[in-house]
T-cell receptor, first 110, second 110 residues
Framework: DAGITQSPRHKVTETGTPVTLRCHQT?????MYWYRQDPGHGLRLIHY???????DKGEVSDGYSVSRSKTEDFLLTLESATSSQTSVYFC?????????FGQGTRLTVV | QKEVEQNSGPLSVPEGAIASLNCTYS??????FFWYRQYSGKSPELIMF????GDKEDGRFTAQLNKASQYVSLLIRDSQPSDSATYLC??????????FGKGTRLHILP
């Protein structure tokens, strides 16, 4: 398996609180992605990064921010969590070709 | 909005038969095309990638690409019950974003 670690794996949080999910890679890949997966919607891109401090929005970026201060870490922050952000979040890495996925984080906002 | 379209299924195929999965994409600048398999509760895993027009075979799997028609397909020969999963088509677009379709659920009938 590609060296990708997501943390935490499970989290329950309250509406209105900030939440940060972490993705850590040991593959030195340039590209990193955050997706959310919901029934009926497939994998939707939230944000992605094409280098340290270089990020761009995906199709469902509202309410989310990201940071990448080191090649190996890509953080996803929910600025003020809402129930609609209850989902499974996947991090992926790529080096111009196929993407490899982390194990996912199941986030529940109550 | 760049899109990747798949039939959501479920697609039911008898064991031993050929399963045919289809995908269309909207960004003509796309260069790389992928098929992922995802079991329930697990991360997506790459099973095939294709970059050039034509067919690419790997064991029981064949990926087909037609850039003029913006069409990608996956054939699974001699389908097995273990092939029952959701199959995700993905496209690396002209800005190196990897965009996924919603996935097709495949059910192999014993």
């Amino acid at each position: 398996d590609a060296g990708i670690t997501q943390s935490p794996r499970h989290k329950v949080t309250e509406t209105g609180t900030p939440v940060t999910l972490r993705c850590h890679q040991t593959e030195n890949h340039r590209y990193m992605y955050w997706y959310r997966q919901d029934p009926g919607h497939g994998l939707r891109l939230i944000h992605y990064s094409y280098g340290v401090k270089d990020t761009d929005k995906g199709e469902v970026s509202d309410g989310y921010s990201v940071s990448r201060s080191k090649t190996e870490d890509f953080l996803l922050t929910l600025e003020s969590a809402t129930s609609s952000q209850t989902s499974v979040y996947f991090c992926a890495i790529s080096e111009h070709t196929e993407a490899f996925f982390g194990q996912g984080t199941r986030l529940t906002v109550v | 909005q760049k899109e990747v379209e798949q039939n959501s299924g479920p697609l039911s195929v008898p064991e031993g038969a050929i399963a045919s999965l289809n995908c269309t994409y909207s960004d003509r600048g796309s260069q790389s095309f992928f098929w992922y398999r995802q079991y329930s509760g697990k991360s997506p895993e790459l099973i095939m990638f294709i970059y050039s027009n034509g067919d690419k075979e790997d064991g029981r799997f064949t990926a087909q690409l037609n850039k003029a028609s913006q069409y990608v397909s996956l054939l699974i020969r001699d389908s097995q019950p273990s092939d029952s999963a959701t199959y995700l088509c993905a496209v690396n677009d002209s800005r190196d974003k990897i965009i996924f379709g919603k996935g097709t659920r495949l059910h192999i009938l014993p």
